[in-house]
T-cell receptor, first 115, second 115 residues
Framework: DTEVTQTPKHLVMGMTNKKSLKCEQHMGHRAMYWYKQKAKKPPELMFVYSYEKLSINESVPSRFSPECPNSSLLNLHLHALQPEDSALYLC??????????????FGPGTRLTVT | GDSVTQMEGPVTLSEEAFLTINCTYTATGYPSLFWYVQYPGEGLQLLLKATKADDKGSNKGFEATYRKETTSFHLEKGSVQVSDSAVYFCALIHVDQGGSEKLVFGKGTKLTVNP
């Protein structure tokens, strides 16, 4: 099973709302990632969790708050977003983040629209 | 820093035509190289990879060879199908100062195959 699942598939939220994105994998991967992808652009890395600890934060605004409750789950909590945060949010996982170049497996993404 | 340059396209081909999408990289050392594909409305899928010089990655009729001398990893397919229409991303693994590995993507190449 090489599947990463993400929910919801689509999300529309106002600038004052609080919402969460969810990502799940059951491949035994110990590294999980959040990416943001704008139209016609490559994904941009936001956060990396390694063994359930935040290892990389790419200077993401605090209105995005990641959480890794266990090795299979990754959440992204959203609060007070701006319209420019509208994008496709992708989750990915890999066996590890260092020591060897393990490929990352991506989920289908959550299409977020901020109104 | 490490970077990936790929032809931006768009590339439009007729079915059964030969495909080449050029990708060159700049990196210290010899990073692992990847091609990811993104079908419309979906997340990224790993298409193929190569981890050392002269390695050839292949999958679904696509091939790419890791060329150290020319720092290239060009994607090829002998006979494209309409179902190959997608955006293709070339990527490498960059190791940061903390030892964590991050994907560095090219800008993507949109391929459209007409019947």
């Amino acid at each position: 099973d090489t599947e990463v699942t993400q929910t919801p598939k689509h999300l529309v939220m106002g600038m004052t709302n609080k919402k969460s994105l969810k990502c799940e994998q059951h491949m035994g991967h110990r590294a999980m990632y959040w990416y943001k992808q704008k139209a016609k652009k490559p994904p941009e890395l936001m956060f990396v969790y390694s063994y359930e600890k935040l290892s990389i934060n790419e200077s993401v605004p605090s209105r995005f708050s990641p959480e890794c409750p266990n090795s299979s789950l990754l959440n992204l909590h959203l609060h007070a977003l701006q319209p420019e945060d509208s994008a496709l949010y992708l989750c990915a996982s890999s066996f590890r983040t260092s020591g060897s170049s393990y490929e990352q497996y991506f989920g289908p993404g959550t299409r977020l629209t901020v109104t | 820093g490490d970077s990936v340059t790929q032809m931006e396209g768009p590339v439009t081909l007729s079915e059964e035509a030969f495909l080449t999408i050029n990708c060159t990289y700049t990196a210290t050392g010899y990073p692992s190289l990847f091609w990811y594909v993104q079908y419309p409305g979906e997340g990224l899928q790993l298409l193929l990879k190569a981890t050392k010089a002269d390695d050839k990655g292949s999958n679904k009729g696509f091939e790419a060879t890791y060329r150290k001398e020319t720092t290239s990893f060009h994607l090829e397919k002998g006979s494209v199908q309409v179902s190959d229409s997608a955006v293709y991303f070339c990527a490498l693994i960059h190791v940061d100062q903390g030892g964590s590995e991050k994907l560095v993507f090219g800008k993507g190449t949109k391929l459209t195959v007409n019947p």
